[in-house]
């Protein structure tokens, strides 16, 4: 489905019924990306998943963008489609450091929180690691964060020739650099509502320490770590991220 959002072509996906439970991709990911999962949980809610503008079949903004930008378009996507605040959010990778920067700036209130291999822990030396990686792989960007055995396959399958032109622009190339130069570990702390932390022991890209660090700063938090199981803990151990967010929505 598509609709315009801050004149923005916004692709979107809704389905099932219940409480509302909005889905937030990672960095080069789409709504796509958590269709598996979002399809399990719409047997229970009601799922809407969301192509950030730049990714998937979402156009990219005018302008460079950070976290403030993107929690602001999820607040006015809500509004466009007449939804109320929804029951939960699901976030991966830099989809968590958004969920956590909506929910601190009051763009998001939902009850329940799931952040899984949420990123937004920064400090000088990885956000320069990610900024090289990001100039030596220019035509990469869009699987940056994916590990490779996901990379080609998820490239094809969620983009196509037109979306992965969209990921090399140079709007999107400063959006990324901006965004990972942004710290919610402040945003974390902020936070009092029920959260359960998802991270893959093997994760490479946000590491264990990361999400041991927001279960210290989140009050509420719950962390659970995975063995067998990298960045994309969603797909490594589907059925257990899928029973773990099912029995911490209840």
């Given at each position: 489905?598509?609709?315009?959002?801050?004149?923005l072509?916004?692709?979107?996906?809704?389905?099932?019924?219940?409480?509302?439970?909005?889905?937030?991709?990672g960095?080069?990911?789409s709504a796509k990306?958590l269709?598996?999962l979002?399809n399990?949980?719409?047997?229970?809610?009601?799922?809407?998943?969301?192509?950030?503008?730049?990714f998937?079949?979402?156009?990219?903004?005018?302008?460079?963008?950070d976290?403030d930008?993107?929690?602001?378009?999820?607040?006015a996507?809500?509004?466009?489609?007449?939804?109320?605040?929804?029951y939960?959010?699901?976030?991966?990778?830099?989809?968590?450091?958004?969920?956590l920067?909506?929910?601190?700036?009051?763009?998001?209130?939902?009850?329940?929180?799931v952040?899984?291999?949420?990123?937004?822990?920064?400090n000088?030396?990885?956000?320069?690691?990610?900024?090289?990686?990001?100039?030596?792989?220019?035509?990469?960007?869009a699987t940056?964060?994916m590990?490779?055995?996901y990379?080609?396959?998820?490239?094809?399958?969620?983009?196509g020739?037109?979306?992965?032109d969209?990921?090399?622009?140079?709007?999107?190339?400063?959006?990324?650099k901006k965004t990972v130069?942004?710290?919610?570990?402040a945003?974390?702390?902020?936070?009092d509502?029920?959260?359960?932390?998802?991270?893959?022991?093997?994760?490479?890209?946000?590491?264990?320490?990361?999400g041991?660090?927001?279960?210290k700063?989140?009050?509420?938090?719950?962390?659970e770590?995975?063995d067998?199981?990298?960045?994309?803990?969603?797909?490594?151990?589907?059925?257990?991220?899928?029973?773990?967010?099912?029995e911490?929505?209840?």
């Amino acid at each position: 489905m598509q609709i315009i959002v801050d004149d923005l072509l916004t692709h979107y996906e809704l389905s099932g019924k219940g409480k509302l439970v909005l889905v937030l991709h990672g960095w080069g990911d789409s709504a796509k990306g958590l269709s598996a999962l979002s399809n399990q949980l719409a047997k229970r809610y009601q799922v809407l998943a969301v192509d950030l503008p730049g990714f998937g079949g979402s156009q990219p903004p005018e302008d460079v963008w950070d976290l403030d930008n993107y929690s602001k378009f999820v607040s006015a996507l809500l509004d466009k489609l007449k939804f109320s605040q929804p029951y939960a959010v699901i976030g991966h990778s830099n989809g968590g450091a958004l969920a956590l920067r909506a929910l601190s700036l009051g763009a998001l209130r939902p009850d329940r929180l799931v952040l899984l291999a949420a990123s937004g822990v920064r400090n000088r030396k990885s956000a320069k690691r990610l900024l090289l990686k990001l100039l030596a792989k220019t035509g990469n960007v869009a699987t940056l964060w994916m590990p490779e055995r996901y990379r080609q396959g998820l490239r094809k399958s969620l983009y196509g020739a037109a979306g992965s032109d969209m990921l090399v622009a140079p709007h999107l190339q400063e959006t990324f650099k901006k965004t990972v130069r942004q710290d919610v570990q402040a945003d974390a702390a902020s936070i009092d509502l029920p959260t359960l932390l998802i991270y893959g022991r093997d994760d490479r890209a946000v590491p264990v320490v990361d999400g041991e660090k927001y279960h210290k700063l989140i009050k509420n938090s719950r962390l659970e770590i995975l063995d067998d199981a990298e960045h994309f803990v969603h797909l490594d151990q589907p059925a257990k991220v899928l029973q773990l967010i099912e029995e911490f929505l209840k």
